[in-house]
């Protein structure tokens, strides 16, 4: 393709967030890697089922980051940099008030909830374990989602490309130290985790607060607006919940497929999250870009930059692919997968891969949706799509994790129709601070 100065600005944003977005999954999969090496099948399988409740309850907060990066961007294209400022701010008082919330709700509640997924005595043992200590990291978790949402909206993409490098490779080295080198077992792959989680959080308190009285917002909450970043967020809540049912149905699922079809769902669940925060790269840029041009009025400019940003989700999609199938015969060995492993990840791998130029094109579109504002109209899609996966699922139950990944693209379908039958409106071009 052509190289225009709009696929620069395009460029100029996706690709730090990129790098920022692919080290987010990376986390999860070292975990893996080390685990897999250290400790074997089963404590692989109990890290796919701590690791799909962890991150159902703070994905459940994504709208900390779409939803301020949504509110920042258009202020800050309507000339309020101030005021931008301070929505973040009161963003992040809410995500330390949810942190520590999912403290003290979910510590008790750890025992049930992996109970749900029907995993064998030992697995559920060390999945508490492993999801309790995570828990201690759930504010700092969330606090990185909402100053990544500040940042995003004022288009700084490159600080949290560094913060996200940073506190990858502090993982990994505290991961391999706790788990291979003092042999504190999958404790040891959680310690790791909260202390680069909390670590990272730290910078961007400060990156935040420099920002704040740089522009004279201040940093005491708000309660109006704390409020208000709760309330604007619901309809995002709402679609975040509906895409958690679809992957935790999937894993519980998987789960009672039995312990090789777990570690291998498990496996390809990572590689495909870690595709799917590649491509939701054109998405973060679909936000700050939407955000930014109907907030100053420019609707000409928003079609043009979402009719780009598609060109561009099909074609990353295509090459994820490729690159997908290309790396099959690597992939398994990389988790120290026994051989019946293996076997099954090499097959799901296939569904995965093709699968991409779809997913592109989803994300892009609900990046952009995101960033216009229309999380209402998310929320109601999130449910009917759902609701179009369930059955699908049910039925790949009796057929095996292959057929459960063909579900999956099911409700992927069902995704596109809606987002391209919405952006092909005009409903969702609304301007305006």
């Given amino acids: 393709m052509l190289i225009t100065p709009r696929d620069r600005e395009i460029l100029r944003l996706a690709v730090p967030a990129f790098g920022a977005l692919v080290a987010e999954p990376l986390f ?232 090789a079809e777990l570690a291998a769902y498990a496996i390809a669940t990572q590689v495909w999250t870690l595709l799917a925060f590649a491509l939701d790269a054109i998405a973060i840029a679909g936000q700050a870009i939407t955000g930014r041009s109907l907030g100053a009025g420019d609707v000409a400019a928003t079609k043009a930059a979402t009719r780009r940003m598609v060109q561009w989700g099909v074609w990353s999609g295509a090459v994820l692919g490729l690159l997908v199938i290309a790396a099959r015969p690597v992939l398994p060995g990389l988790f120290d997968a026994d051989p019946q492993v293996a076997e099954l990840l090499l097959a799901v791998l296939w569904p995965v891969a093709l699968f991409q130029p779809v997913c592109g094109v989803v994300f892009v579109l609900d990046g952009v949706l995101i960033g216009a504002g229309d999380q209402r109209y998310l929320a109601w899609a999130g449910v009917w799509t759902t609701l179009a996966y369930l059955p699908a699922a049910l039925l790949a139950a009796g057929f095996g994790v292959v057929a459960l990944w063909c579900a999956l693209g099911v409700w992927m379908l069902a995704r596109l129709i809606t987002l391209v039958r919405r952006s092909a409106g005009t409903a969702w071009l609304v301007t305006g601070a």
């Fill in 28 to 259: 999860l999969l070292a975990d893996y890697a080390i685990v897999g090496h250290g400790l074997g099948t089963t404590a692989v399988g109990s890290l796919g089922v701590a690791g799909a409740v962890l991150t159902t309850l703070v994905n459940l907060c994504v709208f900390l980051a779409y939803g301020t990066t949504a509110s920042v961007a258009r202020q800050s294209g309507a000339g309020n940099h101030a005021r931008a400022m301070r929505s973040g701010v009161d963003g992040i008082w809410l995500a330390l008030a949810i942190g520590a919330t999912l403290i003290v709700v979910g510590w008790p509640l750890a025992p049930a909830m992996v109970e749900l997924f029907g995993a064998g005595p030992e697995q559920s043992a060390q999945a508490v374990t492993y999801l309790r200590i995570s828990l201690l990291g759930a504010p700092g978790m969330l606090v990185v989602l909402a100053g990544t949402g500040v940042l995003r909206g004022l288009r700084d993409t490159l600080t949290p490309l560094a913060v996200a490098v940073g506190s990858f490779a502090l993982n990994a080295a505290l991961n391999a130290w706790f788990v291979l080198g003092l042999g504190w077992g999958i404790a040891g792959s959680a310690w790791g985790t909260v202390l680069a989680q909390t670590l990272g959080a730290a910078v961007y308190l400060v990156v935040v607060a420099r920002g704040a009285l740089r522009l004279g917002a201040p940093l005491t909450p708000s309660l109006a607006g704390v409020r208000q970043a709760g309330t604007a967020g619901f309809a995002l809540l709402v679609r975040t919940v509906c895409l958690r049912v679809v992957l935790l149905v999937a894993t519980v699922i998987a789960t009672r497929m039995g312990e």
